[in-house]
């Protein structure tokens, strides 16, 4: 558009002095080429700048400068309408100017708005009344115009003012304004080279508009441009995303049809995110599984889980929801709850993941993972069908063994097909249970898996009227290793659950003798069933191991539970009644002695007395039991009441603290 504006500007130019300069008078040819020289280097000059892109502003400028030249002005202005004003009214705004003060600038500016169409027709100017009226307005004396803004430029010394609409095809956009500090009468001339002038700059201006929208477009083109490339960029990173996602999806329904197990689903979790993968048992926080095998460890321990990170995994634990949390050393890690049946079995960590496609905000990492800990449910819940099909059988096996009903051979077929060997010693316990919600076999199952850990050897566990029925494998020190396990147990019973295996609070665990043979069994079960009786009848907790007994533990399963306690209550009764009056000690004087081996001497030691005095308490008990220590058949029915009292009232409990 600027070298059409120039061509034409010369082509006008051109003919004008061809056709005699009409209307220039007292200028020679000379002269006027010379001007037209001036023309050519403004043209020129402009063109220049509009290719530069140089800014509207300073093209204007240029513009004022140039107009100062070849209209021989002193100062110049290029004033452009307003037609946004928050009002409505249109008004004229100095965009450049050349020679003028900034004082006269202000005026202009801020003294009155130059509006379009005033309201009071002394604030009309030569400049609106040019851009109103599309022509070109001269004020050859300013001293002559009555108007409110005489003053201002009379004051700048300003004395005649020529006015030209800026307008291409009957549109107008601004007026350009010439000043002079003389007097001026402008001729027909001035006022066509002035028109052409005006012309001209209209022609720049709509250019420099043109120049300006084409720039926005391009920016609004480029901002496309680049939206639409971030639109592709997302699309391909969902798309790697979704390709991604299924691949893992095809992995998992292999890993799945293959059977890989818990392991092999948490090593391809490992591999596919290049992390590190622990499960987590949530009751004790001990590892179930993990992958690589140096991730020993959770990335933090009970020591150093802190308020942030413990609220964390409440979370987790209670809204079933993963959440992605940061151990004390910063590392970062997916904490996944994996669910079976509704009930919490085992939280899922996956350690430091790294990042791949369409991977944002831990998004593609979380939906891996949900998809993975589905497999893992699916494992667990395998391992624990596998378990509770075991335990079933096991269940029904010690408690056949027990009942004595079974054919042996059977029994002893069938314990080797579950890996059991009937041949090796068994310890027979009886394990109390209270009434609870958790279902006996469940309970059972618990049990199993406690003492199988704690024993380092597979246990059989049934249940039947209550309590739950325990086949411990023994060898040299596991005895002892049973009954501190045992005793844990006990200690820690309460009326909640204990790690969901619901002990009885009121009742002893009572450890049996040791069978050598599978026939002998059924003998065992009733001696501790037969203890279980005795102990009902005056409740305590805790354990009672009959191997302490010694022999009289035999009566157990040669007597029953009544016949027992009736002894005992007419042997011990009086002595009791004797003791509770009195205040006395009959009864433990009576036990120490015969736990002495009936030494008079080592009796008053043991309890700090006279030999004399517990030579009177044993006449006293002959007198009130009717049986006389002193001789062997009161010794023995003495020995056989005290035992019953010991499992009624379990003294021989081992205490263990936690």
Not at 129 to 135: D, N, V
Request: charged share 25%.
């Amino acid at each position: 558009m600027g070298a059409f504006a120039l061509l034409w500007v010369l082509t006008s130019i051109i003919t004008w002095v061809q056709a005699g300069g009409t209307g220039i008078e007292g200028r020679d040819v000379a002269d006027s080429l010379a001007s037209h020289a001036g023309w050519v280097r403004a043209s020129t000059d402009l063109l220049r700048a509009l290719n530069s892109e140089e800014s509207q502003d300073a093209l204007l400028h240029r513009v004022a400068r140039h107009a100062c030249e070849l209209l021989d002005t002193d100062a110049c202005s290029v004033m452009v309408v307003d037609d946004e004003h928050p009002d409505g009214r249109e008004r004229l705004v100095v965009r450049a100017s050349h020679a003028l003060t900034e004082n006269y600038r202000h005026h202009l500016q801020h003294l009155h708005p130059l509006l379009v169409r005033p309201d009071d027709p002394d604030l009309d100017l030569p400049a609106t009344q040019a851009f109103r009226e599309g022509r070109t307005v001269v004020l050859s004396d300013v001293r002559e115009w009555r108007s409110a803004w005489r003053p201002s430029p009379i004051a700048e010394g300003i004395r005649s003012v020529l006015a030209m609409p800026l307008g291409v095809d009957g549109v107008y956009t601004g007026v350009l304004i010439g000043y002079t500090t003389m007097v001026r009468r402008f001729t027909p001339a001035d006022l066509a080279l002035a028109e052409l002038m005006a012309q001209y700059v209209a022609v720049v201006l709509r250019s420099v508009a043109r120049r300006d929208a084409e720039v926005r477009t391009i920016d609004q083109l480029r901002v496309a441009n680049d939206r639409l490339t971030a639109v592709v960029g997302s699309l391909r990173r969902e798309r790697e995303r979704r390709e991604w996602a299924e691949r893992q999806d095809r992995k998992l329904m292999r890993l799945l049809l293959d059977d890989v197990g818990l392991d092999g689903v948490l090593t391809a979790l490992a591999e596919a995110l290049a992390a590190s993968v622990v499960l987590e048992d949530p009751e004790d926080g001990s590892v179930i599984g993990r992958h690589p095998a140096a991730a020993e460890r959770l990335p933090v321990t009970k020591d150093e889980i802190g308020r942030e990170l413990l609220a964390g995994l409440a979370t987790v634990d209670e809204h079933r929801e993963p959440a992605l949390v940061r151990g004390p050393r910063g590392e970062s890690a997916w904490v996944v709850p994996v669910a079976v049946a509704g009930e919490l079995v085992a939280r899922l960590w996956v350690i430091e993941p790294a990042a791949g496609p369409g991977d944002h905000g831990g998004a593609r990492d979380r939906s891996v993972i949900e998809r993975f800990s589905l497999l893992v449910a699916f494992e667990l819940l395998k391992r624990r069908y596998a378990v509770d099909t075991e335990l079933r059988l096991t269940r029904d096996l010690a408690v056949e063994l027990v009942g004595g009903a079974a054919d042996t051979r059977g029994l002893i077929e069938r314990a080797r097909a579950l890996g059991h060997d009937l041949s090796a010693p068994h310890v027979v316990v009886r394990v109390p249970l209270r009434e609870d919600r958790i279902p006996a076999f469940r309970r059972a199952a618990t049990l199993h898996t406690t003492l199988t850990a704690r024993l380092g050897v597979d246990v059989l566990v049934g249940e039947q009227d209550g309590a739950l029925v325990v086949l411990v494998p023994e060898d040299d020190g596991r005895r002892a290793s049973l009954v501190k396990a045992l005793s844990e147990l006990a200690v820690r019973a309460a009326p909640e659950s204990v790690g969901g295996l619901g002990l009885h609070p009121g009742a002893p665990i009572l450890v049996g003798p040791t069978v050598h043979a599978v026939e002998d069994y059924p003998s065992s079960w009733r001696t501790v069933r037969g203890a279980a009786a005795l102990a009902a009848e005056r409740p305590a907790s805790g354990i009672l191991d009959l191997e302490d007994l010694g022999v009289a533990a035999l009566l157990l399963d040669a007597g029953t539970p009544e016949s027992l306690r009736r002894l005992a209550d007419r042997r011990l009764g009086p002595l009791e009644d004797y003791d509770r009056s009195r205040d006395s000690r009959l009864v433990d004087t009576l036990r120490t002695w015969l736990g002495a081996g009936c030494s008079t001497a080592e009796t008053a030691r043991i309890m700090h007395l006279h030999p004399h005095t517990v030579s009177y308490r044993l006449r006293r008990v002959a007198e009130l039991s009717g049986l006389d220590p002193q001789h062997t058949d009161g010794v023995f029915e003495l020995r056989v009441a005290v035992m019953v009292r010991a499992v009624q009232q379990a003294t021989k409990l081992v205490t263990v603290h936690p």
